[in-house]
C-alpha cells in the first residue's frame, strides 16, 4: 500500500462549487503540505503543518483552506472555485526537522470549469 | 524570496551517455539539498539528498554540492531511456523558515535510444 494517499485523483467540476482534496498518510510524519503545480510555474507552496494544532500559510493560500483531523490526514479545501485553480495538487510528508526529506502523494488533478 | 533556478530544457543526450543538471540557489544558508524525479502526470518521487560539499553517488546518480558557489548538480551515468522525465532541484531553507524546500521548476530530460 501507499504511504502517501490522495483522494480524489482526478475531479471535474464547475466555478463557485465547494470541494475537498483530502491526504492520509502512514508513514507516521508530523509534518504535512499542500502543493499545487502549474505548467512554468513549478511547485508552490499552500499550507503546511507540524502537527494538529499547528497549521500555517504558505505562498499561495489565499482562496484555500485545510483541515488537519489527525496526524494522518490533512485536507484541502477550495470554498469557491474559480479556473485559475485549474491545477495538479500535491500534498506531501516529512518527518524528522534535520532532513525534511518530504515524500509525495500521486497526486490529484482538479479541473475548474 | 528565496530562488532556486534550473534551466528548464529540454535536456537531450542519447542512450548510455552521461546526463548533466545544474541547479543554482540563492539562500547562502541553505544546508539540505535534494533530487527528484517527476514523470509526466505523476507525483516527485526523491533521487537523492545532499548535506555536505563534494560527491554523493548512489548507483548510476551522482549528486555535486558546492556551498561556496551556491551550486548543486545532479549526474545520472549510462542514461537510459527510462531516466526521461523532468528533474526538480529542492532547496531548505534556512533560519525561520527551515520548514520548507523551495523547488526549481525543473529540467525536462530526454534520453534519445
Known amino acids: 500500500d501507499a504511504d502517501v494517499t490522495q483522494t480524489p485523483r482526478n475531479r471535474i467540476t464547475k466555478t463557485g462549487k465547494r470541494i475537498m482534496l483530502e491526504c492520509s498518510q502512514t508513514?507516521?510524519?508530523?509534518?504535512m503540505y499542500w502543493y499545487r503545480q502549474d505548467p512554468g510555474l513549478g511547485l508552490r507552496l499552500i499550507y503546511y503543518?507540524?502537527?494538529?494544532?499547528?497549521?500555517n500559510k504558505g505562498e499561495i493560500s489565499d482562496g484555500y483552506s485545510v483541515s488537519r483531523q489527525a496526524q494522518a490526514k490533512f485536507s484541502l479545501s477550495l470554498e469557491s472555485a474559480i479556473p485559475n485553480q485549474t491545477a495538479l495538487y500535491f500534498c506531501?510528508?516529512?518527518?524528522?526537522?534535520?532532513?525534511?526529506?518530504?515524500?509525495f502523494g500521486p497526486g490529484t488533478r482538479l479541473t475548474v470549469l | 524570496q528565496k530562488e532556486v533556478e534550473q534551466n528548464s530544457g529540454p535536456l537531450s543526450v542519447p542512450e548510455g551517455a552521461i546526463a548533466s543538471l545544474n541547479c543554482t540557489y540563492s539562500?547562502?544558508?541553505?544546508?539540505?539539498f535534494f533530487w527528484y524525479r517527476q514523470y509526466s502526470g505523476k507525483s516527485p518521487e526523491l533521487i537523492m539528498f545532499?548535506?555536505?560539499?563534494g560527491d554523493k553517488e548512489d548507483g548510476r546518480f551522482t549528486a555535486q554540492l558546492n556551498k561556496a558557489s551556491q551550486y548543486v548538480s545532479l549526474l545520472i551515468r549510462d542514461s537510459q531511456p527510462s531516466d526521461s522525465a523532468t528533474y526538480l532541484c529542492?532547496?531548505?531553507?534556512?533560519?525561520?523558515?527551515?520548514?520548507?524546500?523551495?523547488f526549481g521548476k525543473g529540467t525536462l530530460l530526454t534520453v534519445n535510444p
Open positions: 539562500d547562502r544558508g541553505s544546508q539540505s
Open positions: 545532499i548535506y555536505s560539499n
Open positions: 529542492a532547496v531548505k531553507d534556512s533560519g525561520g523558515s527551515n520548514y520548507k524546500l523551495t
Open positions: 503543518s507540524f502537527d494538529v494544532k499547528d497549521i
Open positions: 506531501a510528508t516529512a518527518g524528522t526537522p534535520s532532513t525534511d526529506t518530504q515524500y
Open positions: 508513514k507516521g510524519h508530523d509534518r
